[in-house]
């Protein structure tokens, strides 16, 4: 019996995985513990913390969901709608100029999350030398989970303001490249809202092909952004070994539906194929059908991205007011902004959190967050002009 093990007393002996315990709880977990309180409280709270859209989903997607509605449901397969892999892969084409075969290079996901998840099961060998996933802090904490789960180990490397919150690439230690299986990107990036030139891009598939791993690209908010549209992994395809997972969740605000994608080559995709049945982790045929009207569509996109620039503009006049530093990049639905004073991330997030405003403090994200905070814009545009108000006070 492991000594750690103070589980199940209801059925003992029987011991929780040692990796659910490595990665505690979710940390967003604590932020609606916190709310519950104040809104019991009657604090009116307006709540920036957790990144779950709250746009309208367009009503032709809605539609196409009710009109997909059999009388009879059936499992839907692993691999997906034919229909749906070639919106994919047209969308791709459209929107990066690049070729994918709909049949062979594409798995439709059920939303990208558990993709994201359950990479590390199928590319990393837990008895193997190179077994290493590295990911990057302040960051989504999904690789890293999935990661230990597989019983891999994980790296993870600092995203530093001084280089733009990109991986210094020439500076990591060419033993990491060599144990590492899959190093995952994620631009724009969540928190920091950072992009990556494309140049970075290639150098890290050139790096991926030269000391054989897989370079996962994570661009959930590759739809979202505010100068340029942002480049993607895909486009440097060629120079590298790199699987992309996308999403519908912000880019058409789907959050809910569960429908994604991972483009990669036709070997890792096949392995992907082989093992998503046993997991069940296909999106419902109807949310499939919806996710085909959404993929062809840009002009819900182009009002969803008004809407977020709606949103930062009601807030980013009154920072900059108060003296609150931009530190992140042009891109996403999060401001990641530097905590002004001498309070730490979780002080000043406790702070608001009393004035009604819930926000991540940075070191939701990993230790390299502190010093930084994090505002989902996710309200509608009048609370932010509310949370602008009381930010006016509060600053
Ligand atoms: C960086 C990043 N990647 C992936 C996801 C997963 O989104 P979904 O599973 O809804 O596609 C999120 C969600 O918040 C995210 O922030």
Redesign the pocket.
């Known amino acids: 019996m492991h000594a750690s093990s103070a589980f199940l007393d209801s059925v003992p002996g029987v011991q929780l995985s040692p990796a659910l315990a490595a990665t505690g709880a979710y940390p967003f977990v604590k932020l609606e513990q916190a709310k519950r309180r104040l809104a019991a409280a009657g604090v009116d709270l307006i709540d920036f913390g957790k990144?779950d859209p709250r746009e309208p989903t367009d009503p032709m997607i809605r539609r196409a969901l009710a009109e997909s509605l059999t009388e009879i449901s059936t499992y839907p397969l692993a691999e997906g709608l034919p229909e749906l892999r070639s919106a994919v892969a047209a969308w791709c084409a459209r929107r990066f100029g690049v070729g994918l075969d709909s049949d062979t290079e594409i798995v439709p996901t059920y939303?990208?999350?558990e993709a994201?998840f359950l990479l590390a099961q199928i590319v990393v060998d837990r008895e193997s030398e190179k077994r290493l996933v590295v990911t990057t802090q302040p960051g989504?904490p999904?690789p890293d989970r999935g990661a230990t789960f597989a019983g891999a180990d994980v790296e993870r490397l600092p995203l530093l303001e001084e280089h733009g919150f990109l991986i210094d690439l020439d500076t990591v230690p060419e033993e990491t490249w060599e144990r590492a299986a899959i190093v995952w990107l994620?631009y724009p990036n969540?928190p920091t809202g950072a992009v990556a030139p494309v140049e970075f891009l290639r150098r890290a598939a050139e790096l991926s092909r030269e000391y054989e791993f897989l370079l996962a690209s994570?661009e959930?908010y590759s739809e979202l952004w505010f100068d340029a549209p942002p480049h993607s992994a895909l486009e440097v395809r060629e120079e590298g070994n790199v699987a992309v997972f996308n999403?519908l969740?912000k880019r058409s605000s789907m959050?809910g539906y569960r429908s994604?994608f991972v483009a990669a080559d036709a070997e890792l995709i096949a392995a992907l194929k082989q093992y998503r049945p046993s997991v069940g982790t296909a999106p419902q045929e109807f949310v499939q059908r919806a996710s085909i009207v959404a993929w062809n569509d840009e002009e819900h996109v182009e009002r969803t991205r008004d809407a977020y620039r709606r949103k930062r503009e009601a807030l980013l006049p009154t920072l900059a007011r108060r003296g609150v530093r931009v530190a992140g990049g042009g891109a996403t639905m999060f401001l990641w902004l530097e905590v002004p004073g001498a309070e730490s991330s979780e002080e000043f997030a406790a702070r608001l959190l009393e004035h009604g405003l819930i926000v991540s403090p940075g070191t939701f994200f990993g230790p390299a967050g502190e010093g930084y905070w994090r505002v989902a814009l996710v309200p509608t545009e009048a609370e932010c002009r509310r949370a602008a108000e009381i930010l006016e006070q509060v600053l």
């Open positions: 990144g939303g990208s999350k994201i989504y999904v994620n969540n994570d959930a999403t969740s959050t994604g």
